[in-house]
């Protein structure tokens, strides 16, 4: 059965590979598997039928059957489980692979988003200018703990896992802050992600559709 994500029908990101559908586009490229996107408006996405999927209201979601998912990293653990070649066949490599996405989604995205919310929301408040540089630290901190963890490996725990795909995802966050300038091993960690063929199938199909909107 083919499953159906959803996606934002105009993504503030403007095509730009960051919004959360990305990591569950790419997830399901990576092991070609087809799937059906349907386009949601932040108007429809604070709708009851949007809401019965996903109550936080907002995206993605993943339909296939009788199962309804939201979260990026749920949908993307699920997609690695039911299908072969992103997660390793070893128990404890497996185990391993799965730390790496919860390490990706709740010790080095948090204050990333936190630092986004300042820079994007908070720019006119008082606080603004000495917070900075404080989110900026967080942020570098975990950086350099990630960066001596992976070393000169091309991956986190042997071969290229779901772990890496939901790693790369969200230190593509920083992109364009000049952050991440500091730590070339994670530069070319995240650049290695960004070669990869499924990736790619993945960021252009999500262009695509800022693309159309702009028509």
Do not use: C
């Amino acid at each position: 059965m083919t499953p159906t994500i959803t996606a934002f029908a105009n993504s503030p990101d403007r095509g730009q590979g960051q919004a959360r559908d990305m990591r569950v586009r790419w997830a399901l490229e990576e092991i070609g598997q087809p799937y059906d996107v349907r386009l949601v408006s932040f108007g429809e996405m604070k709708q009851p039928p949007h809401l019965a999927l996903h109550p936080f209201g907002q995206i993605p979601t993943y339909e296939e059957g009788n199962l309804a998912l939201f979260e990026s990293g749920a949908i993307v653990l699920h997609v690695a489980q039911r299908h072969p070649g992103r997660l390793p066949e070893d128990a404890n490599a497996r185990a391993r692979a799965i730390m790496w996405i919860f390490a990706a989604l709740n010790t080095v995205e948090p204050p990333i988003i936190e630092w986004e919310q300042a820079v994007y929301f908070e720019r006119d408040r008082p606080w603004y200018q000495a917070r900075l540089p404080l989110l900026e630290k967080r942020i570098r901190g975990r950086l350099e703990q990630l960066s001596r963890r992976l070393g000169e490996a091309d991956w986190l725990d042997g071969a290229f896992s779901a772990g890496d795909l939901m790693m790369v995802t969200v230190l593509r966050r920083l992109e364009g802050s000049g952050i991440l300038d500091g730590y070339p091993s994670l530069r070319a960690y995240v650049a290695r992600g960004e070669a990869r063929p499924a990736y790619r199938r993945a960021f252009e199909a999500q262009l695509a559709v800022f693309t159309a909107s702009q028509g």
